[in-house]
Structures are given as structure tokens and as C-alpha cells.
């Protein structure tokens, strides 16, 4: 889950305004059986999964990270360091800079981290990483999401951070007080970026909140459910007709996690429809322009799942053979592919879904 790891086919506008005022409530219900989601003899398998974890050399990895073209971006362990790695064109490349991470991409460029040092690398020249600005007296960061243009949201220290494509730093001030520490999740064309706010409770079931930063500057809640006590931000969108899906999970006192997707007024900031998945541990990872959620939920067993929850449709995303505990942790903008892993028995996955 991203809030635990601080250091995460376009539409007419009638489609979108339906779909996003919807009062069905999605469940697991829908096709979520691995053998049937795969297609019998005589049908189209729903979804494909590629191994990238054969594709590295660690001990582990995950994948966090991935575009319209299924490259994909993540990190990996050897020799007891982690060093970040992109698929680019089906080959596995480690981006250079030393040992790092990478925690997302976009169509042009992969983000993370190089030697505790927030860091951009492009896709057509991965060799050298850019290195996002630090101040005096500061010593690590992150970099979590970044857009086409190369405009990136992360951390540095405890604080949340904005970089502009040009290296520029942004200030991103907490909206309000108690937060002890904050991180930027994702950022779309537009300039709109997803923040999440951190209190020193929040193992416990504290008053955690993911704020909509708009382009002109204005922080906007994305609450949480009803009676629910903290909401988790994870990804954004891109903006269309006027409008853009937020990814996340809204959490009980008693840290019960359900699925979120916000569609918000991308000019006002008005939160024009909130539907929740019905599948208690659920969160939402990742968001496609279409307003799909990729994400995954664990049950009593603790054992992960992952998922592709579309309208009032969840397909659930199965694993190769012999491996489990499944995370599916991004979805590119098209919805077409979903990156993640499998915690036990395998690595960072890749699955290309068949119907986007």
C-alpha cells in the first residue's frame, strides 16, 4: 500500500458523466475468476502477463510504474542493494546513476530516486539520471510521479515536493496543521498533481488526507467515505471534457480499506461523483483517462490480489504459475497495461490487458 511506503480508451462526455454519476456499487462479483479471466478453449484471454522479474538479475523486484507503450519502470535487489530498472521496447535496462529506485513513469521519462537524490531519467537516453534540485541542509528524496513534459511530485525529507520540467522547485505548504510528513503521488498534463499528508498516527488509524493540488495552486480534500477517518491519494489522470479521476482508498478507526475513484471538476476543484469499491482491503493504485482503477485487495488471509476495476466490472488479475500475493501498483493513462507484482514465488509483472 502507498501510504505505507512513504520512504503508490477515451470517452464521449455523456459516457463520462454517466459512468462517473453512477450509484452502482462495483464488486468483486464480476469476472474474477484467474481460469475464466484468462479465456477457456474457445475464448480471448481477458488479459496477458508478462514475467519481467525473468528479465533481471536480483533476488527481487517491483514494477510501479508504467506507460501507453508497456514500458515499464520499477526497481530491483542484487547483492543487497536496490538499483532501478525500465523495460523499454521488451528489454530490461538498469538506469544508471548508482543504486536507487524508480517509483513511476510517464510517456517520456522514469522517477525516483539515485543515491537518495530525487532523479529523472529520459526514456530515449536512460544512461544519465537528471537530478531534481535539493536546498541547502537537505540530503533525500524521492520523486514518485512525473508528465510527459517532465514535470515531476515527490518528497524531499518529510515534505512534499514539486519540481517543473526545467528543475524549477515548487513549495508545497501542508493545507493544514498536524501533518508531520507528506509526499507527491502523481501529476498529469495539466499541471494537476495528487499529494498525500501523513499524521504522526497514521499506523494507527490517524487522520490522514489526499489533497487535488490545480493548477492555479488551491489544495482540494478528496475526503474521506462517510464515516471513514483518512482518505489516501495515489494517481491522477488526464484531464477530459473538463474532468479528471483520482485513484485512491478511503480508511475506517479501525483501518478498513476500500477502493476510491474521485471525479473532480478539473478547473474548480469540485468533487463531482465519489464511488467506492464494495471489496473491504481494497486500494486504488492507478488511474487511466477512462477512470479505470488498478489496485489490489488482501482479505483475512492476508494474501494479495490484484484487480482492474472498470465501471460496475472488477477483473481480477492473475499471476504465473507458482507465484502469489499479488500488488498491482499502476495503470498507464490508455488502460491498456497494468504494472505490479507478485510478492511470493516471483517479481515485477507487466499484464497487457486485451479489452482496454
Not at 459516457?15 to 475464448?43: E, F, R, V
Not at 517509483?103 to 536512460?126: I, K
Amino acid at each position: 500500500m502507498k501510504r505505507l511506503t512513504l520512504s503508490s480508451a477515451a470517452l464521449a462526455l455523456v459516457a463520462i458523466i454517466a459512468g462517473a454519476c453512477s450509484a452502482d456499487i462495483p464488486s468483486a462479483a464480476a469476472p474474477t475468476d484467474p481460469a475464466l479471466a484468462k479465456g477457456g478453449p474457445n475464448a480471448s484471454p481477458a488479459y496477458t502477463v508478462l514475467d519481467i522479474h525473468a528479465l533481471l538479475t536480483g533476488t527481487s523486484s517491483e514494477a510501479h510504474g508504467v506507460n501507453d507503450a508497456g514500458d515499464v519502470a520499477g526497481f530491483y535487489n542484487s547483492g543487497g542493494q536496490f538499483y532501478p530498472f525500465a523495460l523499454v521496447s521488451g528489454t530490461a535496462v538498469t538506469l544508471d546513476g548508482g543504486p536507487g529506485l524508480a517509483w513511476g513513469m510517464s510517456n517520456t521519462y522514469v522517477v525516483g530516486g539515485s543515491n537518495g537524490v530525487p532523479a529523472r531519467w529520459s526514456l530515449a537516453n536512460p544512461t544519465q539520471p537528471t537530478l531534481l534540485p535539493l536546498e541547502a541542509g537537505e540530503s533525500n528524496g524521492q520523486a514518485k510521479g512525473v508528465n510527459d513534459a517532465g514535470d515531476a511530485v515527490g518528497s524531499v525529507g518529510s515534505s512534499a515536493a514539486m519540481w517543473l520540467a526545467d528543475g524549477t522547485r515548487i513549495p508545497i505548504a501542508a493545507p493544514a496543521a498536524g501533518f508531520t510528513r507528506a509526499e507527491g503521488r502523481g501529476i498529469d498534463a495539466a499541471g494537476l498533481a495528487v499529494f498525500q499528508f501523513l499524521t504522526a498516527t497514521s499506523e494507527v488509524g490517524g487522520p490522514d488526507r489526499g489533497y487535488l493540488r490545480l493548477a492555479s495552486g488551491p489544495m482540494v480534500l478528496m475526503p474521506p467515505v462517510g464515516a471513514d477517518v483518512a482518505s489516501y491519494v495515489n494517481d491522477i489522470g488526464e484531464v477530459a471534457n473538463g474532468l479528471v479521476y483520482v485513484a485512491g482508498s478511503t480508511s475506517s478507526s479501525a483501518q478498513v480499506d476500500r477502493a476510491v475513484r474521485w471525479t473532480v471538476d478539473a478547473a474548480t476543484g469540485a468533487i463531482v461523483a465519489t464511488d467506492v469499491l464494495a471489496t473491504t482491503g481494497s486500494h486504488g493504485l492507478g488511474v487511466s483517462d477512462a477512470g479505470g482503477i488498478a489496485g489490489f485487495s488482501i482479505g483475512r488471509s492476508l494474501i494479495g490480489e490484484a484487480f482492474l476495476w472498470r465501471g460496475t466490472s472488477v477483473l481480477k488479475l492473475g499471476l504465473p504459475k507458482g507465484s502469489r500475493d499479488a500488488r498491482a501498483w499502476a495503470l498507464s493513462r490508455s488502460g491498456q497495461y497494468v504494472a505490479g507484482q507478485a510478492r511470493v514465488g516471483g517479481g515485477a509483472l507487466r499484464w497487457r490487458i486485451a479489452t482496454p
